[in-house]
């Protein structure tokens, strides 16, 4: 079966750091690009981090930069996402993607995708 999992969620004060895991099984991380993204209540989702396979360098959102650290483990089949200095706008479900291709403009097209884990900051 196909799937990507997320786990390492949970529940932290602000400050305080948490390490998301997306283990893929069935598939591997082997399309241009992997990442993580988020959605808050009541507000839309939004790419977090992300790295690529056809090109050198990482995407991360100005939110959690210099915060928040995207990497892989391929002998894992599994993707990570370091969060450290949390605060309560990090609070979210947050959601582990993997495109195969590419579209015309050269975006990533994601079509795999966690069913997500909850990441709660208190402050």
């Known amino acids: 079966q196909v799937q990507l999992v997320e786990s390492g969620g949970g529940s932290v004060q602000a400050g305080g750091s948490l390490r998301l895991s997306c283990a893929a099984s069935g598939v591997t991380f082997s399309g241009p690009c992997m990442g993580w993204f988020r959605q808050a209540p009541g507000k839309e989702r939004e790419a977090v981090a992300a790295?690529?396979?056809?090109?050198?360098?990482?995407y991360y959102a100005d939110s959690v930069k210099g915060r928040f650290t995207i990497s892989r483990n391929n002998a894992k089949n599994t993707l990570y996402l370091q969060m450290d200095g949390l605060n309560a706008e990090d609070t979210a479900t947050y959601y582990c993607?993997?495109?195969?291709?590419?579209?015309?403009?050269?975006?990533?097209?994601?079509?795999?995708w966690g069913r997500g884990t909850q990441v709660t900051v208190s402050s």
């Open positions: 993607a993997a495109a195969a291709r590419r579209d015309l403009g050269n975006k990533c097209q994601w079509n795999l």
């Open positions: 790295m690529f396979n056809d090109r050198v360098g990482t």
